[in-house]
Each structure stands twice: as C-alpha cells, then as structure tokens.
C-alpha cells in the first residue's frame, strides 16, 4: 500500500481542481475531512471546489473553519473575501481583506481586492485612493487601473477613465477587458461606430470571445447593423451554447424586430437532454414576462414530471404562471410550496404568495406578507406599491391617502415659459428621439403596449439637446423636493435629499390605440415623464392621458384614482410607487415622450 504524503496530496488535489475534477476534490476532501487540519492550501481548493459547484454557504463554513485552525492566514481571509464578493457582500469582503492586509506583509493581490469590494460597495472614493495606493506599489499592475477607471465612471469622471483605459491598451493592445470597457463607455455614450471598432480590436486578439461577440452585436443593434448584429448573436451562441443572457439578449432582439420565431435558438437547446434545468426556468420566465403563459406553463409540466426536487424558484414561477391565467386556487398551491421548500427563496415566495391572496381576495392576509417583505428589504419601493393596494381593498382610506396623496405628491410643471421656446425644443427633442426608435414591437417585459422604446439609458448620450433637457428635469425635480413637507415615517417624503440624479431614462413612442399597463417602479425613487409630441386626441375624454391607482392584479378590477391631461412642454413627476398607466388613443400620430427614475445621491 502507498501512502501519500502532504505535498504529494496537495499536488494531486491542485492538478484535480485545475482540470475541472472538483467533484473528485470534494468528495476525496469530504471523505478524509482530517486533511483540513494538515494545510490551509486543501482548505482553500476545497472551498473554491465546493463554489464552483455553487454551495457557497459550504464554501464559507469552511473557509471560517479553517481560519479557527490557522488563525488570520491571509491566503484563506484572502478567499474568504472573494467568496464574499461573489455573493455581493461587500462590507462583508471590505472588513476580511482588511483583516489579511494587516495579517501579513501587504499583498498587491489583497489590496487589489480591498479596491474590488470597495468598489462594489459604491464607496468608490476609497477604491480610487486604494487603486492609487496599490499603483506607487506595483505601477504597472493593469488590473487596478480597471477598477480605479470604473470607479471614475461611478462618479462621473469619463475622461479620466477613459483615458486609463487607452493607456493600457498602449501598454498591452490585446487587453481584452481594457477594450471591452472603454468599447462600452463609448456605447453609453452613443458613439457607436467608435465603441465597434474597439470591439473588433478586441476580436483580432480573442476571435472566440463569447461575451465580447455579444457585446459587438449588441453595439450592431444600436447602430442599425441588424444582419450584422444577428451573425454576431449566432457565432456567440456557437460558442457558449448555455450562456442564458445570451440566449435572452438575442431573443429580446428578434422579438423587438417582429421575427416569426424570436425564441427558436432557446427553443433549440430547451430539446436537448442535457440543458440545465436553471436555463428552462429563465426560459420560463421570459415566456411569462412576454405573456406566453400557455407554453411557460407547458414547459414546467414537462419539467415537473422528470424532476423530483423542485426549487423554490420553479415553484415560484409556476404559482405566476397560474395566477396569470386565472387559475388562483393552483397559485395559492404552488406558492405555499415555495413557501415551505427548504432553503426557498423567501422574497419570491412571499411575494407571489401575496399577489395570489390578492388575486383572491384576502387583502388583509396579503398585507402581512406585503409588510413583511418592506421590512427585509425597505429601499424596495415596490412593497409600499402593493401595501397601497392591500390598503385599498381594505378601504383602509386614512393610510391609503398619507401614501398615496395625490394632491401634494403629483408635481406638474412646464418646462418652458416661452411658448417658442417650448415649440422648438420639442420640435428638435422629437426629431432626434424619432430617430432612434427603430424597433417594430415593444419590448418584453416593460409597460407599454402597442408602441416601441429606446434602448440604453437615454439621458447619459452626450447629445445636446439630451444634456439640456436632463438638466431642466432635475432641477425642477430640486424645486419639487424643496417644495415638499418632510414626514420621517412617509417612503418619498422621509427622504428629501439636497442632491439627486437620474437613474435610468427611456423614451416612449406608443402608436394609435397604445398606451401603458400599470405599473410601478420598485427600484426608482421619484419618476417622472416628459412630454414631447402628443396627438390632438389628448384633447377628448381622456385619450392618452396618464392615470393613478388603477392597480394591476389578476383577478381584480381597480378603478384610477386621479388622471392628468398631458401637455408638449410638461413634466409630470410622482413616487415611484404609485400605479401609474395611461388610457389608449386612437389617431394616426404618435404620443412621444421621455420617462425616467431620479433617486437620491
């Protein structure tokens, strides 16, 4: 019999783990557990074994296990933080690779972490002194440069980032996440042929790069190069067949262009034998996001009678797809399963479990869901959303009216006082907008019905008159906060802050008999929308106009609370809580504007 010795078993478990056999690792490790007392390198491809299996909560118990046995050892608090950062604990990694640095002899590595997290964590001032720390210690150390130049974007410094970003493309040309960022910025910006170039670059060096391919098709759409985008999507696919995101991306397009058969390169993987049931289940969702709820709903019986344990996430979707087509008691079955699988997921359970009681009725039930879920997640402004609904079935009206009092929390405003003025920058606004509505359908997912939408975050492009009109829209957001009484206890009036800025923007151009579903935004703020060209029908019992509290539940019928008569020149801000939709029009002219979520710096 032979008998390994530890650097013999290390080696083995080293080369295991870097061809791919974790599984080997984390059963040989998981069979002879005394091995993570012998060295801290087992521990740590014993906890990179189990992440890339997924089981991170594994991967940190082991980790802090092992930090008991070999206390403070930077290698393994060093691990510990990557886990974190991949689980999107920031403060978390912040506060381990802190640890490691004063642990030991500070490592470039470490401290190229610390900036990482920083960063994630949105302290991006510390990231930036930490880049710059790290940069006197190893100047040229590219990776830190990366992250010192996205830090710079987080606050509004594209020059400097891009300049980073072309210093290391001198250095190193075939850097390939230098080009691929600095390709974005420009693609943000709505340079596109320069944001191309640099993608194609990027190609010469790697030809077989997924995730730049789509990117560079991705930048083909936004440039009109349609045929060129959809070879881009294709070649992608060919190389990273169960990429999901690729998959959605590709179909998002095909769906916006009108084609026969949008979801037929999804539809090609769903029939082979091996696709990972969680590609089916982002299938799912995109079906029911496009309201396809029959074939969602075929595809998860399919699933269901070849799988035995089903995720709460499966669950989860299914319980929607059944509220969706009415079936409420099969809803309140498969959401109540979600609720009680182990290890669900909480915040999906809970909330279809709310929206089926909702859908049924039981509005009061539903409230302690509703409650519940703004107390795990209060910057969520979509749970004040549906306590307003809960409220309002309940005829609860003292709290639905300190929630949704549209009297003070609707602001209506003319930008322009010069009615020339008015004329001609909307004149020039609605040319240039028109301009990039290419699409025939609207897109999934999203609120409007009958029309299309732009892509990308409209109010970053360096155009002008875009700029101009970003400025006008947050200061009469300021003068609207100003205007407005603070209550601690209130979701928008608790928080009025003295600096705010746009959180995504989009314009709207809906056709004859479009108009918006309710909706709301749970990530936003304060929204708002701006008016750009209407049709003369605005003019006739409500067509087009923009309306409050005319909730959107299956199963139940809400009347609007209030409605507001839109005008070429105004701005209609409000909490991005409240439901909020519009009535169709009937008229061969379009209704153009632009929408947008500010929140507080």
Same mark, same amino acid.
């Given at each position: ?30 069979? #002879? ?29 082991? !980790? ?13 608090? #060093? ?21 490691? !640095? ?140 169960? *990429? ?15 084609? *026969? ?20 289940? @982002?299938?799912?969702?995109?079906? @029911? ?36 087509? &009415?079936?409420? @008691? ?20 809970? @909330? ?21 879920? &703004? ?51 909307? #004149? ?87 108009? &918006? ?85």
């Amino acid at each position: 019999m032979t008998y390994l010795n530890e650097k013999q078993i290390v080696g083995q478990l080293l080369n295991a783990y870097n061809t791919g056999q974790v599984a080997s690792v984390v059963n040989y490790v998981s069979v #002879n557990r005394q091995l993570l007392k012998l060295n801290p390198v087992i521990i740590h491809i014993f906890a990179q074994s189990l992440r890339r299996q997924g089981d991170n909560a594994q991967a940190e118990k082991v !980790l802090n296990q092992g930090l008991k046995k070999f206390k403070n050892n930077p290698d393994l608090l #060093n691990s510990l933080g990557n886990l974190y950062l991949s689980m999107a604990k920031p403060t978390a990694a912040i506060n381990v690779f802190k640890k490691a !640095l004063q642990a030991g002899s500070p490592s470039p590595d470490i401290m190229f972490n610390l900036s990482r997290a920083y960063n994630q964590a949105s302290r991006f001032e510390e990231a930036i002194r930490q880049c710059k720390h790290l940069l006197t210690v190893k100047p040229d150390y590219s990776s830190a440069k990366i992250v010192l130049a996205e830090s710079y974007v987080q606050l509004g410094d594209r020059t400097t980032a891009k300049r980073l970003l072309q210093d290391i493309t001198m250095v190193e040309p075939g850097n390939i996440k230098a080009l691929n960022n600095l390709a974005n910025l420009f693609r943000e910006e709505g340079k596109y042929s320069q944001a191309i170039s640099y993608f194609r670059t990027a190609m010469t060096h790697q030809p077989d790069n997924a995730l730049i391919l789509r990117n560079l098709a991705a930048c083909y759409v936004l440039n009109v190069e349609k045929e060129a985008a959809l070879e881009m999507y294709r070649k992608a696919i060919g190389l990273a067949p169960l *990429d999901w995101q690729l998959h959605e991306e590709l179909a998002l397009f095909l769906w916006a262009e009108n084609a *026969d058969k949008p979801f037929q390169y999804i539809e090609s993987q769903i029939a082979k034998t091996d696709t990972p049931i969680d590609f089916k289940l @982002s299938y799912i969702q995109l079906l @029911s996001n496009a309201d396809e709820f029959r074939r969602a709903l075929e595809l998860c019986n399919e699933i269901e009678k070849v799988t035995s344990s089903l995720p709460a996430a499966f669950l989860v979707a299914k319980a929607r797809i059944h509220r969706e087509l &009415h079936n409420f @008691s099969d809803a309140l079955h498969y959401s109540k399963l979600a609720l009680a699988t182990k290890g669900a997921h909480t915040i999906g359970a809970m @909330s279809e479990h709310g929206y089926a009681l909702l859908s049924v009725g039981e509005a009061k039930a539903a409230l302690t869901y509703f409650q519940t879920l &703004h107390r795990l997640e209060p910057a969520n402004q979509g749970w004040w959303t549906m306590i307003s609904t809960c409220w309002k079935m309940l005829e609860n009206r003292n709290d639905y009216l300190w929630l949704c009092d549209y009297t003070n929390l609707i602001h209506v405003k003319e930008l322009f006082q010069d009615p020339i003025e008015n004329v001609q920058f909307n #004149n020039q606004l609605s040319t240039v907008l028109k301009d990039l509505h290419h699409n025939s359908n609207p897109p999934i997912g999203q609120s409007l019905q009958n029309g299309t939408q732009t892509y990308e975050d409209l109010l970053e492009s360096e155009l002008p008159i875009l700029q101009q009109l970003k400025v006008r829209l947050i200061e009469e957001a300021k003068n609207f906060i100003r205007q407005s009484t603070k209550d601690k206890k209130h979701p928008f009036l608790g928080r009025l802050p003295n600096n705010i800025s746009v959180k995504g923007s989009w314009s709207v151009h809906l056709h004859t008999a479009g108009f &918006h579903k309710s909706h709301f935004h749970p990530q936003g703020w304060l929204s708002g929308v701006y008016y750009v060209d209407l049709p003369d029908e605005i003019e006739e019992a409500g067509q087009g106009w923009i309306v409050f509290g005319r909730a959107e539940v299956a199963g139940q019928h809400f009347e609007a609370d209030v409605a507001v008569k839109p005008q070429v020149g105004s701005v209609v801000f409000f909490p991005a809580y409240m439901w909020h939709g519009t009535n169709p029009f009937s008229s061969q002219k379009g209704r153009l504007t632009v929408a947008f979520d500010i929140v507080p710096d």
